[in-house]
C-alpha cells in the first residue's frame, strides 16, 4: 500500500522558517524524483522544489537561496527547509514521488506565514 505523508506545516511569521517532512512507503523510494509542490487558493499548482534519486535539486526561482531540499532513502523521507519565510509562500505544500509512469501524491500540509 503506497502512502505519502506530508507534516510539519503551520503557521510561522515572515521571516521565520519551518521544515516540511514528506514520509514515503509503499514504493522504491530512492528510484523516485521527489518533489514539492504548492497551491494557494486561487491559484494554480506550482513546482517548488525537486530532488532526483541521485541527490541533484532544482528550484523555483521564487524560492532559491530560501528553501532547501534534501532527501534521506534510508528514512525514505524528504525534506523541504524552509527559512526567510514571506507572505506570498502561504499554501498547501504536496508532496509528489514519480518513477517513469509512476505518480503518487500526498495529502498535503498547509502553511501560514502572518505578514
Known amino acids: 500500500q503506497v502512502q505519502v505523508v506530508e507534516s510539519g506545516g503551520g503557521l510561522v511569521q515572515a521571516g521565520g522558517s519551518l521544515r516540511l517532512s514528506c514520509a514515503a512507503s509503499?514504493?522504491?523510494?530512492?528510484?523516485?524524483?521527489m518533489t514539492w509542490y504548492r497551491q494557494a487558493p486561487g491559484k494554480e499548482r506550482e513546482l517548488v522544489a525537486t530532488?532526483?534519486?541521485?541527490?541533484?535539486?532544482e528550484y523555483a526561482d521564487s524560492v532559491k537561496g530560501r528553501f532547501i531540499i534534501s532527501r534521506d532513502n534510508t528514512k525514505n523521507t524528504v525534506y523541504l527547509q524552509m527559512n526567510s519565510l514571506k507572505p506570498e509562500d502561504t499554501a498547501e505544500y504536496l508532496c509528489?514521488?514519480?518513477?517513469?509512469?509512476?505518480?503518487?501524491w500526498g495529502q498535503g500540509t498547509q502553511v501560514t506565514v502572518s505578514s
Open positions: 509528489n514521488g514519480r518513477w517513469f509512469t509512476l505518480n503518487y
Open positions: 509503499g514504493f522504491s523510494f530512492s528510484r523516485y524524483v
Open positions: 530532488i532526483t534519486s541521485a541527490g541533484n535539486a
